[in-house]
């Protein structure tokens, strides 16, 4: 189980242009916005969700601190919602900026886990793990609500018939939300495919 949409990229097409968000700069934002987006192949980096084209998305800052005097590796495409909830006063200055394990996609798997619908840290003694899931409110109820109906839903629409529902993804891709979730309660891997662009 991992979270891709936090990973961040050497490669970036916003590094290679330089793309920094400013204030008041509404078209170059608004193209940053697009190339995070597209750099987390449409979902919104903290809830999972598919970035829809009627839904509220923002460049978040992760470290709200540092705003205006930021980069790349502090922006994130995310919706409305998660950008406004984010506990930005409760953990500022707490060690987990700095130890961004979650750049990564192994980083991130190796430190935060997924079971009966919520994140975990996988030691009970890494407080970096648990403070980054509680600063993204990855349990939020009714975040954690959300999943547990999509999960359902798909249990009922395809009878655990996994290769069916990759199928129907393929064809229905802004239909698929929640792939950590998905993927633990149907062992499958919808993350590689979403990476691997073959969905």
Sequence with gaps: VSMPFLTKKSTSKILLANLCYREGAGE???????LLADEQFGFCAYTEKGLEPLDSVEVEHFEAGIKYN?????????VRWANQGKLDARFKDKPFFTDTFY???????KRIGFANNVFYEIDPADSNARDLIDFLRLNNDELCKQRHNYVNRM?????????KMESYFRSNRTELNFATALDAAFNSNFFDMIIAKKI
């Design 103 to 109: 750049r990564t996609y192994d980083g991130f798997k």
């Design 155 to 163: 249990k009922e629409l395809f009878n655990d018939d996994l290769a």
């Design 70 to 78: 930021d980069n790349y590796y502090n922006y994130y495409a995310v």
């Design 28 to 34: 170059a934002n608004g193209r940053l916005k697009e």
